[in-house]
Structures are given as structure tokens and as C-alpha cells.
């Protein structure tokens, strides 16, 4: 059995074809998915999938991005959502300075406002990192340090930092996810990241329908195609890649506590 543990199959691009593409995964070992959500809309949209798909599970949360203002509305709301029974996580929470489209204070507020829910809730936490490295590591730092230490706090989404970064993420407790650019002819960075961590710290995702891997590249990314993420890194660590699959399928239970669920 294979996780793709980030993949936002709400997004029109899926329009056409859900079903399919969630049956096309599952013929292809994928048979679990983790849906973060980017806003309240597509919160309830991925629960709702989740209702409806045995092997999905929903996240909710407001994405750095989307972010106009986080209100204490938006926290009552996704407070009682975040009690489905298919919900694992809060996310995709974070920061971005890339786009840079929402104010960075503004970001942070909701960072935080998020992570304290997270802990509220005693749900791990998706985050989303885009060139705003030293801020995020920061604040999650206080964040776990405050908590109590939280066995397993979170993943840092589609990992793209140093090895430093790395470092600093991993000694907090954090796992990694990896997506499709360690199939990129240039990533030798994130190659040399994914080769590094330890093995029980490591996830693959898609990001789907975005981050499609190098043999689809340009095309729609899909959670079948995570396989394709996992073999990569398999050559890289000199491992066989269905050790791979156990080892971050085993990952992706522990960090989502999906196992009771799942009779593994
Ligand atoms: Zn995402």
C-alpha cells in the first residue's frame, strides 16, 4: 500500500474525472489519500470526498495564500469541522513569500491561530513553506516548544529548503514530504535532502493536480503518479522501492494516526 499524503483532488482540473483518478490510484497501490484544504470551501470539499472515498481523509485549514483575514469565525468554524472523523490534520497552514500576495503579518496571524487550534484540537499540523524558511521554522519551534513537545507535530509539505532546514525541522519532530521535483534533471538539492533524512522521517506526495513528476512533466499531477516520487527516492538511498512504500506508508499512519481506521 502506497500514501499520497498531499494531494488537492477538490480543485476543478478534477472535474471531469474524480472518481477515476481516485480508482486509477488505487490500481496502482495509492490506495489512501490525504486531502489539505485551502480555505473553508474546500475544507468542506474535502470531507465531503472523504465521506464518500474509504481510503480519503480530509484536512481543513487556510493556506497562506488565501488568507484575507483570519477571523475567530473561520477558527470557530473550522474548530468543528476539524471533529469529523476523516479529518487528520490542520492544513495547509504556513507562509509564503513567494506570491506574496496576502501581507506577511497577516500570514502570520494565521499561521499561529492555526497551530494553536492544531493544539486545541490535538490534530498534526500540513504546513506549506515557500522562500520564508526562517520564519516558519521560528514560529513552529515556539510553537512544539510551548506544546509540550508533541510526538508527532506535522510535515513540512513538498520540502524544498536546505539541509539545514532540514535539520532544524527534523530536530522538532517534524517529517518531510517530498514531491515531484526530486524527478527534476536539476534537483540535485532536494536529491541530496531526500537521500539524507532519516527513512522514518520521510513522506511522498504529490500535491496533485501541481508538482507533476519529470515522466508526466507539464501534464496534470495525480496521486497515481507518486510511485513515481517514491522509485526516485529509492534509487537515490540504494533501497528497493517497496521498502520505500512501507517505510513512508508506515509514516504517513503514525503521523496521521490513520492505523485504527485502516486494522493495520
Ligand atoms: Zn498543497
Known amino acids: 500500500m502506497i500514501v499520497d499524503t498531499h494531494c488537492h483532488l477538490y480543485f476543478d482540473r478534477f472535474d471531469a474525472d474524480r472518481d477515476a483518478v481516485i480508482a486509477r490510484a488505487a490500481e496502482n497501490d495509492v490506495q489512501v489519500m490525504v486531502i489539505p484544504a485551502v480555505n473553508v470551501e474546500t475544507s468542506k470539499a474535502a470531507i465531503s470526498l472523504a465521506e464518500t472515498h474509504t481510503g480519503v481523509y480530509a484536512c481543513v485549514g487556510v493556506h497562506p495564500n488565501y ?40 500570514q502570520k496571524l494565521a499561521f499561529e491561530a492555526q497551530l494553536s487550534l492544531a493544539s486545541d484540537v490535538d490534530l498534526p499540523v500540513i504546513i506549506h513553506c ?58 540535485d538539492g532536494l536529491r541530496t535532502v531526500a537521500r539524507t533524512i532519516p527513512l522514518d522521517r520521510l513522506l511522498i506526495e504529490t500535491d496533485a493536480p501541481f508538482l507533476t513528476p519529470q515522466q508526466r512533466r507539464g501534464k496534470r499531477n495525480e496521486p497515481a503518479y507518486v510511485k513515481w516520487v517514491g522509485e526516485r527516492i529509492a534509487i537515490e538511498r540504494a533501497i528497493e522501492a517497496e521498502d520505500l512504500f512501507a517505510a513512508t506508508t508506515r509514516n504517513a499512519h503514525q503521523l496521521f494516526r490513520l492505523s485504527s481506521s485502516l486494522n493495520l
Open 67 to 106: 488568507v484575507i483575514q483570519f477571523t475567530n469565525e473561520m477558527r470557530a468554524e473550522f474548530h468543528s469541522l476539524s471533529a469529523h472523523s476523516k479529518v487528520v490534520a490542520i492544513g495547509e497552514i504556513g507562509l509564503d513569500y513567494y506570491w506574496d500576495t496576502v501581507p506577511r503579518d497577516q
Open 130 to 187: 515557500r522562500e520564508a524558511f526562517p520564519d516558519t521554522i521560528e514560529i513552529l519551534v515556539d510553537w512544539v516548544k510551548n506544546s509540550n513537545y508533541p510526538e508527532n507535530p506535522g510535515v513540512l509539505h513538498s520540502f524544498a529548503g536546505s539541509l539545514e532546514d532540514a535539520k532544524r525541522l527534523l530536530d522538532i519532530g517534524f517529517f518531510l514530504g517530498i514531491t515531484g521535483p526530486v524527478t527534476f534533471p536539476k534537483a
